[in-house]
C-alpha cells in the first residue's frame, strides 16, 4: 500500500494537466547535471536508497515535503531486478531557530525497500527507450533549480534533474514511473500486465523528444 500511494505522489503534479501537449509548449524544467543547490542532498539520498547498488537506471524523488523515495533497475549476475525504495524519515531535515537554523540529512536510517525480478526484455527496452529520450536534451541545458519537487535520473552513469517536464514526454515518464512502482507491490500475474503497460508507453515515448522543452 505505502508503494501504491507514493507512486501516485509521483505524478500528482501531472493529474491535473491536460492530456495532450507539444513539448514545444513545456517549460525548461529538466536539464543535464544537479539542479543548483541539490547536489549534496541528492548525493545523500541515492546514497541511502541505492544501499549500495549500483543501478542501470535510477529515477530519485525528492519531494517538497515528506519523505524521498526511487525506483531502480538493478542488473546482475541473477538478471534484472525492479526496487522501489523509501526513506523511513525525510533525509533533509532543518532544526533551530533564527540564525541557528541548521539542515541536517538523516542517512542514519534503515529505508523501506521492496524488490521483484524484472524481465530481460522490459529492462532493456526501457533503458534504450529511455536514453534515448534523455539524448534529446540540448547538450548546454543544465539542470534549473527549483523549490519543488525534483526528480534526479542517473541512467548508465548520465545524469539528468529537475521537475518533471510538462508535455507529452513528460507524462509518459511519469506514468512508466507509476506502474514500475505499483508492479513491485503486486501478484506475479499482476506485474506481466504492468510489463505489457510499461512497453506500450515506451512505444508512445519513442515518437517523442525533449528537445524542445523550455522552447518559448
Known sequence: MRCRVAAFALVAGLAALPAARAADSCGATFGHGWPPATENYGTAVEGLLAGGETPRLMITRLPARGTESAVMLIEGPGGWRLRFAEADDRVMDWSGTGNGVQRQLRVDQ??????????????????????????????????????????????????????????????LLADQVKLLVEAVDESESKRARRWEQVQELLAEMDAQSL??????
Open 110 to 171: 534503515v529505508p523501506a525497500i521492496e524488490e521483484v525480478p524484472l524481465p530481460a526484455q522490459v529492462a532493456e527496452r526501457i533503458v534504450g527507450s529511455w536514453k534515448r529520450l534523455l539524448a534529446s536534451l540540448p547538450a548546454d541545458r543544465s539542470a534549473p533549480y527549483t523549490d519543488d519537487e525534483q526528480w534526479l535520473v542517473v541512467l548508465d552513469g548520465e545524469r539528468v534533474g529537475g521537475q518533471v517536464p510538462d508535455c507529452d514526454a513528460g507524462e
Open 211 to 216: 528537445a524542445g522543452v523550455g522552447a518559448d
